[in-house]
């Protein structure tokens, strides 16, 4: 995982509640820390300006980090998956506002498609202002080429709930789908004291004399669906 505006202590706090929540599910504790070691590649970004291309005055070439990124990644091991987040940080300056350069763009992340394992690179990015709670193809912010450009395209929208202020429902939605058929929005609501989200069905209710809520043995499958 790339991070764009995160420093390495952030991104252990972040990613440290979902390894616990793997590990105490996990058989062999030993062995899902080593593979945990050897395959999560966190890389902290923050200040050092991860551009991957240039302006239209220079031909939207690639930035020098691009090159760097992509001989770091040819060398290693196969890859499953590369997280970049948030997209605008590795985006060039015109990439929102040019629909050429974000065709070069997705250019670039479909060459890392092609790094060993082929892996699947999955882009972070804003919505446009003023989306709210709609989900519709468009919601990206920036040139439209960006979501023309991409074969999957999911939304995260929160939901109001006027019932029940303690509880926040996220709606899962796929804006955009090359090579699946479409689905109905997915409800997901956090676990109480989890970083997980589940489907709102699935997910435990609160308990006021509980400290601590057991994860729902439904997450990891219920995340196996979705990924």
């Not at 065709?103 to 999955?122: A, C, H």
């Not at 479409?182 to 209710?205: H, T, V, Y």
Request: hydrophobic share 35%; aromatic share 6%.
């Amino acid at each position: 995982r790339d991070s764009g505006e995160e420093d390495q202590d952030e991104i252990q706090r972040r990613v440290n509640p979902y390894i616990q929540f793997l590990l105490a599910k996990s058989q062999d504790k030993s062995q899902f820390l080593t593979d945990l070691r050897s395959n999560l590649k966190p890389l902290a970004l923050d200040g050092i300006g991860p551009r991957m291309i240039g302006a239209k005055a220079d031909g939207y070439n690639p930035e020098p980090f691009f090159d760097d990124l992509h001989k770091v990644l040819q060398d290693g091991k196969p890859w499953r998956l590369i997280i970049l987040d948030p997209g605008s940080r590795f985006m060039g300056p015109d990439c929102e506002t040019d629909n050429n350069a974000a065709t070069r763009f997705i250019e670039l992340i479909e060459q890392l498609t092609k790094l060993p394992g082929n892996p699947t690179v999955l882009l972070a990015h804003h919505t446009r202002k003023g989306t709210g709670n709609n989900s519709h193809k468009d919601a990206a912010r920036g040139a439209s080429a960006l979501t023309d450009g991409a074969r999957w395209v999911a939304q995260l929208t929160p939901i109001a709930n006027s019932d029940d202020n303690s509880t926040v429902t996220i709606e899962l939605s796929i804006n955009k789908s090359n090579y699946t058929m479409p689905f109905k929005p997915i409800s997901l609501q956090f676990a109480p004291q989890s970083n997980w989200l589940e489907r709102a069905e699935d997910a435990p209710k609160a308990e006021t004399q509980t400290p601590k809520a057991e994860p729902n043995k439904n997450t990891v499958k219920e995340i196996a669906k979705l990924s």
